[in-house]
C-alpha cells in the first residue's frame, strides 16, 4: 500500500511540474513577443517599459528553469522507483532463469507433497500422492509403506492395509528383504490386528518356503515357534520387529537424503 502511495505522489508531483513547467514557458513566450513587438517600435517607448518588460521576462525564465529541475529530479525518481521495484527484479528474475534453468517447469516431489498433506490431515490425498510416488519409483517400497501405515492407523482401515500389501507384492519381482519385509507385515496385520492366526500361520510357511536359508526364513521359524508354544523365547533373535527396525533405519536415511537435497 505505501508503494503505491509513493507512486501517487510522485505522479502527481510530475504531473504539477509539467504544468507549471508549461505554463512558464507559456508566459515567457508571450512576454518576449510583447519585448520584440515593442522593440520593432524604435525608440517609441515614452513610458519606459522595456526595462521592466525584460525584467519579468528575465523572472519567467529563471521560474521556467527551476520548475525544469523540479520535473527533472521528479521524474527521475519516478522512474528510477518503477525500475528498482519491478523492472530490475524481473529482468534479473528472467536472466537467472536463462542462465540456471533449463526452461522446463519444476516436478513436484510426490513424496514431499504426500508428507505436506499427512501433516494437514488429509490422508486420502496423502495416499493418492504416495500412490504416484510409488508409480514414479517401482522399486521403492516406502511409498507402500506410508500407505499400509496411513490406512492402519490414521483411518483405521486394516482390510485397506492388507489389500494394499497384497497388491504391491503383485505389482511387480520385490527384492528379497522388501518382499520378505511385506510378508511380515501381513503376518503381522493378520495376527495382532484381525486376530487371524491361521492366515498369520500361513504367511509365515510362505516366508520359510520362498526364502530358504535367510535370515528371513530363520525370522519366520522363530515366529511360527513363538506362535505354537505361547512362549516368547528370550535369545535374541531377529524377529519381525526388527524388520521393522531394518525399515526406520531406511525411512531415516531416505528423509536425511531428501533435506540434503532441498534448497536452504
Same mark, same amino acid.
Given at each position: 500500500?505505501?508503494?503505491?502511495?509513493?507512486y501517487g505522489?510522485?505522479?502527481?508531483?510530475?504531473?504539477?511540474?509539467?504544468? /507549471?513547467?508549461?505554463?512558464?514557458?507559456?508566459? +515567457?513566450?508571450?512576454?518576449?513577443?510583447?519585448? &520584440?513587438?515593442?522593440?520593432?517600435?524604435?525608440?517609441?517607448?515614452?513610458?519606459?517599459?522595456?526595462?521592466?518588460?525584460?525584467?519579468k521576462?528575465? *523572472?519567467?525564465?529563471?521560474?521556467?528553469?527551476?520548475?525544469?529541475?523540479?520535473? !527533472?529530479?521528479? &521524474?527521475a525518481?519516478?522512474?528510477g &522507483?518503477?525500475?528498482?521495484?519491478?523492472?530490475?527484479?524481473f529482468?534479473?528474475?528472467?536472466?537467472t532463469? +536463462?542462465?540456471?534453468? +533449463?526452461?522446463?517447469?519444476?516436478?513436484?516431489?510426490?513424496m514431499?507433497?504426500?508428507?505436506?498433506?499427512?501433516?494437514?490431515?488429509?490422508?486420502e490425498g496423502?495416499?493418492?500422492?504416495y500412490?504416484?510416488?510409488?508409480?514414479?519409483?517401482?522399486?521403492?517400497?516406502?511409498?507402500?509403506?506410508?500407505?499400509?501405515?496411513?490406512?492402519k *492407523?490414521?483411518?483405521?482401515d486394516?482390510?485397506?492395509?492388507?489389500? !494394499?500389501?497384497r497388491?504391491?507384492?503383485?505389482? =511387480?519381482?520385490? =527384492?528379497?528383504?522388501?518382499?520378505?519385509?511385506?510378508l511380515f507385515?501381513?503376518?503381522?496385520?493378520?495376527?495382532?490386528v484381525?486376530?487371524?492366526r491361521?492366515?498369520?500361520?500361513?504367511i /509365515?510357511?510362505?516366508?520359510?518356503?520362498?526364502?530358504? =536359508? &535367510?535370515?528371513?526364513?530363520?525370522?519366520?521359524?522363530?515366529?511360527?515357534?513363538e506362535?505354537? !508354544?505361547?512362549? +516368547?523365547?528370550?535369545?535374541?533373535v531377529v !524377529?519381525?520387529?526388527?524388520?521393522?527396525?531394518i525399515?526406520a533405519?531406511?525411512e531415516?536415511?531416505?528423509?536425511?537424503?531428501?533435506?540434503?537435497? =532441498?534448497p536452504?
Amino acid at each position: 500500500m505505501l508503494k503505491w502511495i509513493l507512486y501517487g505522489v510522485l505522479i502527481v508531483g510530475v504531473g504539477g511540474s509539467w504544468l /507549471m513547467y508549461a505554463g512558464k514557458g507559456a508566459e +515567457s513566450r508571450k512576454q518576449l513577443e510583447k519585448i &520584440t513587438a515593442l522593440k520593432e517600435l524604435g525608440d517609441d517607448d515614452p513610458e519606459g517599459l522595456l526595462p521592466d518588460m525584460e525584467k519579468k521576462l528575465q *523572472d519567467l525564465e529563471g521560474d521556467k528553469t527551476v520548475n525544469g529541475i523540479l520535473l !527533472t529530479f521528479l &521524474t527521475a525518481g519516478l522512474v528510477g &522507483t518503477v525500475l528498482v521495484a519491478h523492472v530490475i527484479p524481473f529482468m534479473a528474475d528472467r536472466v537467472t532463469q +536463462s542462465v540456471y534453468d +533449463s526452461g522446463e517447469v519444476a516436478e513436484k516431489d510426490p513424496m514431499n507433497e504426500a508428507r505436506s498433506l499427512v501433516a494437514q490431515g488429509d490422508y486420502e490425498g496423502a495416499i493418492e500422492a504416495y500412490r504416484l510416488a510409488a508409480a514414479a519409483d517401482p522399486l521403492n517400497r516406502l511409498p507402500w509403506v506410508e500407505i499400509v501405515k496411513l490406512q492402519k *492407523d490414521s483411518l483405521e482401515d486394516p482390510h485397506a492395509a492388507i489389500a !494394499t500389501i497384497r497388491l504391491a507384492l503383485e505389482s =511387480q519381482e520385490w =527384492q528379497v528383504n522388501d518382499a520378505a519385509y511385506f510378508l511380515f507385515r501381513l503376518a503381522e496385520l493378520y495376527d495382532e490386528v484381525l486376530g487371524d492366526r491361521e492366515m498369520a500361520v500361513g504367511i /509365515m510357511n510362505q516366508v520359510i518356503t520362498d526364502f530358504p =536359508q &535367510t535370515r528371513h526364513s530363520a525370522n519366520a521359524t522363530h515366529k511360527l515357534h513363538e506362535w505354537s !508354544t505361547g512362549v +516368547s523365547s528370550s535369545k535374541p533373535v531377529v !524377529t519381525a520387529l526388527s524388520e521393522a527396525e531394518i525399515l526406520a533405519a531406511e525411512e531415516a536415511e531416505f528423509l536425511a537424503k531428501m533435506n540434503q537435497n =532441498q534448497p536452504g
